[in-house]
């Protein structure tokens, strides 16, 4: 608790220091934030960008687990003199689009087909944890059967994937909206778009180079297969359709809906 206690303070203390308005303008660096839904390969892009020249991982939460992962001001302070790619499961509200002004954010939005996730998210359940944003998921979820298990998913947890989509879609500023099954696929493109969307300074070799390396190291994909949701039973799949019938207004068919 006394260190904890005393990281606190002195990120207080930079924040003294650093946030008036010259430590808020431009300063050239570049803030890559990818906001996406879980298991939709965020790891796995955000190691790309960070194996490009200059560019480091940042965690811009005091902490993660069952904790909505809303932005936090003592961390952005703490990264605004970096060049970073940070990824978080974070909705969109008007708390982040200020810190996006603010701290220079440029937002990319990964998502995924909500059929092929609903199997994504049990198998996380079984080979990592429970501790998600998205609900309060009891450890004993893994003793239930398949079917349970897939019930509770598409009960208690797509809800949250559905507000998370409709949140993004309000924001009208400029976003990079990227797909999990381009990503698995279309690895060059994919980082390319992101390269000149977010004004990265590197090349096609440095693009290569990237993807190489970040193959090499462990972005925790479960299975990575595009299409798994095929399976899923059609009174599932109509019950997570249902849930945009609250959203007339908002095309739901980038999520596979």
Request: glycine letters at 4%.
């Amino acid at each position: 608790m006394k260190n904890f206690l005393l990281t606190r303070y002195h990120l207080l203390q930079d924040v003294k220091r650093t946030l008036t308005k010259s430590r808020l303008e431009d300063r050239g660096c570049h803030h890559v934030f990818v906001s996406s839904i879980p298991k939709s390969g965020s790891t796995y892009l955000s190691t790309l960008i960070e194996e490009l020249p200059g560019m480091a991982q940042a965690r811009l939460l005091p902490n993660t687990g069952r904790r909505e992962q809303e932005l936090d001001a003592l961390q952005l302070c703490k990264w605004h003199r970096t060049n970073y790619v940070a990824r978080h499961h974070t909705k969109f509200n008007e708390t982040t689009l200020r810190y996006i002004r603010d701290y220079q954010l440029t937002p990319i939005v990964l998502i995924r087909d909500l059929f092929d996730v609903v199997f994504s998210v049990k198998d996380h359940h079984h080979r990592e944890n429970v501790l998600q944003p998205y609900a309060h998921v009891p450890d004993s979820i893994v003793t239930l059967s398949d079917a349970q298990q897939l019930e509770f998913i598409v009960a208690m947890i797509m809800p949250w994937y559905i507000s998370f989509f409709a949140s993004w879609v309000s924001y009208d500023g400029p976003c990079l909206w990227l797909n999990y099954s381009d990503l698995v696929k279309e690895s060059k493109a994919v980082l390319t778009n992101v390269v000149q969307f977010a004004q990265l300074p590197a090349t096609t070799a440095d693009i290569e180079h990237a993807i190489t390396n970040a193959q090499k190291r462990n972005t925790r994909q479960n299975v990575g297969v595009v299409g798994r949701g095929a399976s899923l039973p059609e009174s599932l799949k109509e019950r997570i359709r249902n849930l945009t019938t609250f959203y007339p207004h908002i095309d739901f068919s980038p999520l596979g809906l």
